[in-house]
């Protein structure tokens, strides 16, 4: 009995040993597929065995790589089971939101959220099966979604509320009476009637330097209004300032302040109070004078993005115009007649100033523009205009090329103008109907020379160009 005791107890103690050495050897040495925890983050653990020195390099290339999302797993999970039944398509008709979390992200507790908006990606451009490779598929649906929209292609036709808008807006190539009816008026014809009138019959009581160039003065009459009294040695200055301010009302253009003509004479009744005045400036007996009232509280005026570049245009499109505010859409009523305005007259100290210094000044054209100045209600006050029909007729060679590109870079206009250009085009009478206005409105016509007959046959071609571009835009965008 004892003898078979002691028999079983030492093989209980060496099966005892055996069973503890079995337990010491490693039971895996595989590295399994990411596991994922119960509370949907990555965990990425290994019992590999790292004796190898290759092996051990490429494994801690491995966990310092960037490791897939587990909800990138998951999205993919349930995109396979829905392209089973999908002929292999993938319906991402929806938005897709995922949230994807790393383990590193976890250990700063910094939980990022990433939203994916593949809402206007057609089903038909996804028909590739969805590989196996993790990575790859989430990087080729990221892809997918970062690539710009063609949104003329999904849009399809403009919306109602996008065409409601622009019918409001633009009518063809023209700005709608509605728009224009809204926007406040620069000098209406019946202020400019009032103020001429007035003038004409007032004394000067104070001359005083200001109004630009040395010899302009700012005059002072009887009853506290002022004026700018434009004075130049040179008639065709004079004949610039004046003719050009005709033309204006002649085409229906309203920016350009109330202009009078006006002789010196220290003896008359208008001008004897300010005789000494007179002298000091240097201003001759008899000189013809253009008074031009004067506009206090005028801030600088730039140039719209539409016309800083070559490349940019005013066109009567929702891309160009949908973005506006109403303050933005009634100065570019404005600025469509002045660019019209200054290419008839050739004024070339203006925007044109602005364009020839360019090549100096980069940023010259996000400058304020040269003689332009804005009031309070955001009406344009158009200044300064001696160098128009004469002066800037001469150096035409120079400039023509920044005259085009400007009108070049309009297709829309305020009916009344356009209106105006088609009446004189037709009638191929524009000087003629020119000096009648300047004369049946001016006292002092007879002291100022008539336009030369080469000066109107410029002005006629400039006009035929202004309807062209005119028939131009029509023909591209509409009556």
Known sequence: MKTALVIMTGIGFTLGVVFGLLLQLPIDTSLPADSVHPNGHSSFKSRRSLSDGQEAANYRQQQQAPQPPVSTIRFLDSLRKS????????DLSKSIHIKKHRSHDLK??????????????????ITEPIAPNVNGAFRSIMANASQPVNRSATAGSMSLEDSSY??????????????????????PPHEVKEWRRRVEGLDVVKMEEGCGRMQNRLVTFKDA??????????TDQIQGEIYSYYLAQLL?????????????????????????????????????????QHIGGLSPAHIPAEF???????????????????EELCELIQWSDLIVFDYLTANLDRVINNMFNKQW??????????NLEKQKDG????LDNESGLFHGYRLLDKYASFHRTLLDAVCVFRPETVKAIKRLHASGSIGRELHNLFASQETLHKHIAAIPEKNLKILQQRLNDVFQQIVKCEQLFGR
Not at 225 to 234: E, I, M, P, T
Not at 255 to 265: E, G, I, S, Y
């Open 108 to 125: 700063n507790s910094d939980h990022r959220s990433l939203s994916i908006n593949l809402k206007e990606v057609k089903t038909s451009q």
């Open 361 to 370: 000044n980069d940023q010259m054209m996000t400058n304020p523009a040269h």
């Open 379 to 382: 009406t344009l006050v158009f």
């Open 166 to 187: 622009l019918s409001s807006v633009v009518d063809g190539v023209l700005w709608t009476q509605k728009l224009g009816a809204s926007c406040p008026k620069a000098f």
């Open 83 to 90: 392209s089973s039944n999908n002929g292999g398509k993938v």
């Open 225 to 234: 209004s002022r004026a700018c009294a434009r004075y130049r040695l040179n």
């Open 252 to 292: 229906n253009i309203t920016n350009m302040p109330p202009t009078l003509l006006a002789q010196v004479d220290p003896l008359s009744q208008k001008w004897r109070t300010v005789h000494l005045q007179l002298s000091l400036a240097q201003w001759a007996d008899s000189k013809i004078v253009v008074f031009t």
């Open 308 to 326: 800083r570049e070559e490349k940019l245009r005013l066109e009567p499109t929702l891309a160009g115009l949908g973005g506006k505010t109403h």
